[in-house]
């Protein structure tokens, strides 16, 4: 039991599909994290939740649309995805944004592919 | 934000120490040092933090040295569910700003430990 469960683990799309990805923690935290990881490469942060208040958009393209309706459920909604967008994308949780020595809890994430 | 440096792979025997170094020649007084890993099909697991003194936890051990420009962690005994990616994170401690908790993960150490 991580805390920090994402829903679906897996999803294929195709390139004009609209879907969303569920994050919820079970923590009583009061951050909640987007992070894209694609083959090969380091975890990226795409956007970053303070009780439920978006507080950075890391140059993400306006096709992922994250919401965060209330401090223990975050949302990222998709269109219109590229075929380079297929990647695991993780959903994190701390107690709030500006703890240094805080560690942050991730959930196992979801495969998305794009067809 | 600082870097850390880590060699690409490791191998182990399993019930042996397994030492993982990290260098951060760059690190800043506030900067907290934080390890992170990430088994295969799972999001990354929160492993142990410090600052300045080394640190136990049931999972690890962090040894710090004295100029803070490296640091290593400890598996006491590697079993099989230790194979998995470790990650060194600075995360700056001068939280105001434009910190927002990141987590700037690189490519890390694999590890591999054998039977």
């Known amino acids: 039991e991580t805390g920090v469960t994402q829903t679906p683990r897996h999803l294929v799309m195709g390139m004009t599909n609209k879907k969303s990805l569920k994050c919820e923690q079970h923590?009583?935290?009061?951050?909640m994290y987007w992070y894209k990881q694609s083959a090969k490469k380091p975890l990226e942060l795409m956007f970053v939740?303070?009780?439920?208040?978006?507080?950075e958009n890391n140059s993400v393209p306006s096709r992922f649309s994250p919401e965060c309706p209330n401090s223990s459920h975050l949302f990222l909604h998709l269109h219109t995805l590229q075929p380079e967008d297929s990647a695991l994308y993780l959903c994190?949780?701390?107690?709030?944004?500006?703890?240094?020595?805080?560690?942050?809890?991730f959930g196992d994430g979801t495969r998305l592919s794009i067809l | 934000d600082a870097k850390t440096t880590q060699p690409n792979s490791m191998e182990s025997n399993e019930e042996e120490p397994v030492h993982l170094p990290c260098n951060h020649s760059?690190?800043?007084?506030?900067?907290?040092i934080h390890w992170y890993r990430q088994l295969p099909s799972q999001g990354p697991e929160y492993v142990i933090h410090?600052?300045?003194s080394n640190v136990n936890n049931r999972m690890a051990s962090l040894a710090i040295a004295e100029d803070r420009k490296s640091s290593t962690l400890i598996l006491h005994r590697a079993t099989l569910r230790d194979a998995a990616v470790y990650y060194c994170?600075?995360?700056?401690?001068?939280?105001?700003?434009?910190?927002?908790?990141?987590?700037?993960f690189g490519q890390g150490t694999i590890l591999t430990v054998h039977p």
């Open positions: 939740y303070s009780l439920e208040e978006r507080v």
């Open positions: 760059t690190i800043s007084g506030t900067d907290y």
């Open positions: 994170i600075l995360r700056p401690g001068n939280a105001g700003g434009t910190s927002y908790g990141k987590l700037t």
């Open positions: 410090g600052l300045t």
């Open positions: 923590l009583g935290h009061n951050a």
């Open positions: 994190a949780s701390s107690q709030d944004i500006q703890g240094a020595n805080q560690p942050q809890h």
